[in-house]
């Protein structure tokens, strides 16, 4: 995976920052109400989502988890900023913990988390064979993992789906378990999910 600092999806800054973050919360609230279904989490759960954006799933998973905890990392202050607002009465709470860190060095003891959620960006991550084994020292053994991403931009849904594979392969590489793919048709291109458990 490229590490693309400078684009304004990957890491949110200033006015094309707050744009970007517009945008994302416009056109992924369809895709996060589908990713965050498909960590089926229960309220005690610990639940982590792995660049959070403006925090529409961070929101979502917070309607769900009423005795556990939401908890988020992002490169971008601006992200933080706009999650924050968006789910300030769950931050004060302490129900949503919101960080400003990256994938590859996050700041959790390991095995915290039942659920991990990363919605439309893995391709920013950069190392993805290291980052995914950061994800399994956060996870508990047992907890699922759901990269989720829909490239708008591809040529063809073969090759959205080819996507899916490729990180299929990488979880399965690092030690992920029971890996598997769910696809949903969204247009313009199908969104593709890649699931995998910790082993116990």
């Given at each position: 995976?490229?590490?693309?600092?400078?684009?304004?999806?990957?890491n949110p800054?200033?006015?094309?920052?707050?744009?970007?973050?517009?945008?994302?919360?416009?056109?992924?609230?369809?895709?996060?109400?589908?990713?965050?279904?498909?960590?089926?989490?229960?309220?005690?759960?610990?639940?982590?989502?792995?660049?959070?954006?403006?925090?529409?799933?961070?929101?979502?998973?917070?309607?769900?988890?009423?005795?556990?905890?939401?908890?988020?990392?992002?490169?971008?202050?601006?992200?933080?900023?706009?999650?924050?607002?968006?789910?300030?009465?769950?931050?004060?709470?302490?129900?949503?913990?919101?960080?400003?860190?990256?994938?590859?060095?996050?700041?959790?003891?390991?095995?915290?988390?039942?659920?991990?959620?990363?919605?439309?960006?893995?391709?920013?991550?950069?190392?993805?064979?290291?980052?995914?084994?950061?994800?399994?020292?956060?996870?508990?053994?047992?907890?699922?993992?759901?990269i989720v991403?829909?490239?708008?931009?591809?040529?063809?849904?073969?090759?959205?789906?080819?996507?899916?594979?490729?990180?299929?392969?990488?979880?399965?590489?690092?030690?992920?378990?029971?890996?598997?793919?769910?696809?949903?048709?969204?247009?313009?291109?199908?969104?593709?999910?890649?699931?995998?458990?910790?082993?116990?």
């Amino acid at each position: 995976m490229t590490d693309s600092i400078a684009d304004p999806f990957g890491n949110p800054r200033g006015l094309a920052g707050q744009v970007a973050g517009w945008l994302m919360a416009l056109s992924n609230r369809q895709l996060n109400t589908w990713a965050v279904d498909l960590l089926a989490v229960r309220p005690a759960d610990h639940v982590l989502e792995i660049g959070f954006g403006p925090g529409l799933a961070v929101q979502a998973l917070a309607r769900r988890v009423r005795r556990g905890q939401v908890a988020g990392v992002d490169i971008s202050a601006l992200m933080v900023r706009q999650a924050t607002a968006r789910n300030g009465a769950a931050v004060r709470q302490g129900q949503v913990q919101l960080h400003e860190a990256g994938v590859s060095k996050m700041p959790f003891g390991n095995a915290t988390f039942d659920k991990v959620l990363a919605v439309n960006n893995v391709q920013f991550w950069p190392d993805l064979s290291h980052d995914l084994r950061e994800v399994l020292r956060v996870l508990k053994p047992g907890g699922l993992l759901a990269i989720v991403l829909q490239p708008r931009r591809a040529p063809s849904s073969d090759d959205v789906l080819a996507v899916g594979e490729g990180l299929a392969a990488q979880l399965q590489a690092v030690g992920f378990r029971q890996v598997r793919r769910e696809v949903a048709d969204m247009g313009p291109m199908p969104a593709v999910a890649v699931l995998g458990t910790r082993p116990r």
